[in-house]
């Protein structure tokens, strides 16, 4: 009787501690919420329950901008039918999960991420988000009008859940950056901060991915800084140090609307084109990469432009050797806020 009644003063203790660090052996770290609050705030991810991989093979979509809007004026009444030519060539690839890249909304306003919400139940795979700067503010460098502040993060996670965190998924382990508070010296960017240098302490079992809105660069980590473009320098160092020691895969990205891939060491590099519009050196849109990971780690690049309801793939093989330049596509200056 002794030893039953000294077990049922402990199952309470024993209870409580189970809760406390099951998410960090199970690799769950995050911004402020569970897994499954995550979930629960991304309406979405409800209706899109993960289905078991069948092949050793991982395909990843990779989607970007898709500036969703009511606005009536000029093209953007087309944004919300170019965001469902993509969503219908996804659904048809029959991709694992699906990453989207930031600037989900045209101007961050409420209506609108409800709306990408909504519209973005029609993919078939689990779908992964992080905000971009349309989202929840510019990165520090340009105008304070308009820049990143700890109200529109605030909101921005209200409504979609957390804006850096990291979850596994479908066998690959994704972590989402808020690019925007990068260089911000916002309490949330020091979180961030703190956040990540737990999660790439060490390489992971899972393969491991970082997914942001703002490319870490165009031609070479050691270029300058261009605010309108890319991270700036002292993050992306930063970054890169904690990605080489996390053992991270690939990066992910969108913000320029059109493409570049490159490889720098072991790391691949991707920035995806845009759904809603093209940008002045690459007027293509409602497109989207199909990221495809081999059973010996190899990544494959496809860039897709979908054009009358039929998809056009401009399919762009990684062979992994050392990029110089990072290819035309990367030497191109100039990007879309």
Not at 297 to 314: I, K, L, N, Q, S
Request: overall charge positive.
């Amino acid at each position: 009787m002794a030893i039953a009644y000294s077990k049922c003063r402990l199952l309470p203790w024993l209870l409580a501690l189970t809760a406390l660090f099951l998410p960090l052996f199970r690799g769950e770290l995050r911004s402020g919420l569970s897994l499954d609050a995550q979930a629960s705030r991304l309406g979405f991810l409800e209706s899109t329950p993960v289905r078991p991989r069948t092949s050793a093979v991982l395909r990843v979509a990779l989607v970007a901008d898709t500036h969703c809007t009511r606005s009536p004026v000029g093209d953007r009444p087309k944004y919300r039918e170019r965001f469902d030519r993509v969503i219908r060539d996804v659904n048809a690839a029959n991709v694992d999960v699906v990453l989207v890249a930031g600037d989900l909304t045209n101007g961050g306003e409420v209506a609108q991420m409800r709306d990408f919400r909504a519209q973005a139940r029609g993919f078939r795979a689990p779908i992964i988000v992080v905000p971009g700067n349309r989202d929840v503010g510019n990165r520090v460098g340009l105008s304070p009008r308009g820049q990143v502040s700890e109200a529109r993060v605030a909101q921005y996670e209200h409504e979609m859940g957390p804006s850096f965190f990291v979850r596994k998924i479908a066998g690959l382990r994704v972590i989402g950056v808020n690019a925007s508070l990068l260089g911000s010296a916002l309490k949330p960017e020091r979180r961030q901060w703190t956040f990540l240098e737990k999660a790439l302490a060490a390489p992971a079992r899972a393969p491991t991915v970082i997914l942001l809105h703002y490319p870490l660069f165009m031609s070479s980590p050691d270029e300058g800084d261009s605010p309108r473009s890319v991270v700036d320098p002292a993050s992306r160092q930063r970054l890169i140090r904690l990605a080489a020691k996390g053992g991270v895969e690939a990066i992910f990205s969108g913000h320029l609307h059109r493409t570049i891939e490159q490889r720098r060491g072991r790391v691949l590099f991707v920035t995806g084109p845009a759904v809603a519009y093209g940008s002045a050196r690459d007027s293509r849109c409602q497109a989207w990469t199909l990221l495809t990971r081999g059973p010996d780690g190899t990544w494959t690049v496809e860039f897709r432009y979908v054009t009358d309801h039929r998809p056009a793939a401009a399919r762009l093989p990684w062979k992994g050797r050392e990029t110089g330049d990072g290819g035309a596509s990367s030497r191109l200056s100039g990007s879309l806020a």
